[in-house]
């Protein structure tokens, strides 16, 4: 048995374990009080089905067993995943098909059985709010049959502290599908195995550091199309919230009212469940009744302060009329609550009060954006099937530092938050000629939907999490690394009030634009023991 250190940054491949080799000294990787410290290590000759045992001289190290993905196709270059009239990236990691090790799958009592010769562990170790500063020194030792391997490593903890998440953390928000669960069977609604599963995605998602959560309204509305009466579903949504509340996440993001009356391009939108339109006076009626229920509940829950509402998903030009007469509606009802959704089109320039574009259309019309930001509009960022190319998201056949830079770039621009559609949004179909749903082990590039199946989105955008047996939810390195680039954009925040020039110049070491970055990882942690470097001068003070 063989054991050697990887950098968690940097992919593994399945079919590459041969020829990786221990990286001179042992690491030693700085990080926050209150931030999480990770190493990968990387176990060959093993024998298959022979129990391994992990013990290591810090009681408080978490080990997950990787697993790996197949990427069935690459990103495009400008977005999508590559097929007819989407030309592949020039800026992937490898070329499809290929496996990657992506998933993290909890070791139950530090202890697991291998299905094969080599193994590739995760360890993550969260540091306390008070930890002792300093260098610590942790011991490994790995036994299997007869045979005990060890290794030593070294976590350098900064006396810095990162902000709690929750009230005044950066905003992130990836949308979580409960119909998905149970994946793929579709989840029974409001059971205990439902909140049993709202709550363990809820811990999940606040070790992430999201401090933000979906509420999918569709669910929690009831529409009677005898009467054109809508009622509230309040003690289900009461106890949506409670459970994400008692997880730690404060802020809550009600989900869409209404969507498009077609295809991309329709010019108007259509009220959820009824499906009036917005332009008519039936579909003024719903948006008042709903606006209404939506008041009320938040009224009687003492809930305003935390409140953001989505009114439709990505506005563009043709449609921005409707949009605006949506906007404007729901607004007269909903009075005080910031309206917020992912839109990149100035043409919908008065109905927000947040703005959400992505990254390349934000660096597109930034001025637009910088006007918007005089006036008292608040600026968040998102990726989704877009961008492809060079710019940063976070898909499998990027480097994983662009999952991580993402939070550079925010801190960059000044944005408040980050948003993502895809938490767990497997895919399901029902159009004859598809299959009836997207397996996100084996097919992490799936068609779109039953009516648009073409072109295909791009490899990982449907989700950063994996679902495991029994409705067990794992987490994935493109999730590790999105919340320690999350832990640098508050490091960033912290020095950019202190001294914003040397703060500058730091960041300008590894991101200038979101197309014009360094992604090596050893540059990135140089940049981020500069962070805490100057950070901590600020205390000696």
Known sequence: MELFRHDPLEWVYPDKLDQMKE??????????????FSLEFVLTDLVPGEK?????????????????????????????????????????????????YDVLCPVHGNAFRPDSPRAVLYLRR?????????????????????????????????????????????????????????????????????????????????????????????LFFRYDPDNGHFSLLE??????????????????????????????????????????????????????????????????????DRWVQHVADEPIACNADSYRIFAGTLRRYLP?????????????????????????????????????????????????CHPGGPWLNRLNDMELTRSLLLGWGCASCGAEGFLHWGWNRYRRYTKEGLPPYQDPYEVTAPFHDDANPLPCLPPGDTHIVYPGPGGAVYGSLRMEAQREGIEDWELIRLLRKKDPETCGKIVAAVFRSFSDYTPDPEKIRSARNSLLAALEKFLKH
């Open 23 to 36: 990286r001179g000294e042992a690491p030693c990787f700085s990080v926050p009080r209150g931030g999480v």
């Open 52 to 100: 391994i045992f992990l013990e290591t001289t810090d009681p408080a190290c978490r080990f997950f067993l990787l697993k790996d993905v197949c990427v069935n196709l690459n990103t495009g270059e400008k977005g999508w995943a590559e097929g007819e009239n989407v030309p592949k990236s020039r800026s992937v990691t490898r070329n499809a098909p290929f496996r990657v």
């Open 235 to 304: 003690k289900e949504l009461e106890k949506w919230i409670c459970t994400f509340t008692d997880a730690g996440i404060y802020w809550l993001e009600g989900g869409h009212l209404g969507g498009r009356d077609g295809s991309w391009t329709a010019t108007d939108f259509k009220v959820i469940h009824s499906g009036h339109s917005v332009r008519s006076l039936e579909g003024c009626r719903d948006i008042a009744q709903m606006g209404n229920l939506l008041s009320r509940f938040i009224r009687k829950n003492a809930l305003g």
């Open 336 to 384: 005080g609550i910031p309206l917020v959704d992912a839109a990149s089109d100035p043409a919908v320039s008065g109905a927000l009060d947040i703005w959400c574009p992505l990254i390349h259309l934000y660096e597109e019309f930034s001025e637009d954006f910088q006007k918007a930001a005089k006036l008292g509009d608040r600026l968040w960022l998102y990726t989704c």
């Open 126 to 218: 969260e540091i306390g709010r008070n930890e002792k500063a300093g260098l610590h020194s942790v011991t490994l030792c790995v036994r299997g049959g007869k045979k005990t391997v060890k290794t030593v490593f070294f976590m350098k903890v900064s006396p810095v502290r990162l902000p709690r998440t929750g009230k005044d953390s950066v905003k992130i928000t990836n949308w979580l599908d409960p119909a998905n669960f149970d994946f793929p069977e579709k989840t029974a609604l409001w059971t205990p195995s439902f909140w049993k599963k709202a709550k363990e995605h809820a811990s999940l998602m606040y070790s992430m550091r999201e401090n933000m959560i979906f509420i999918p309204l569709e």
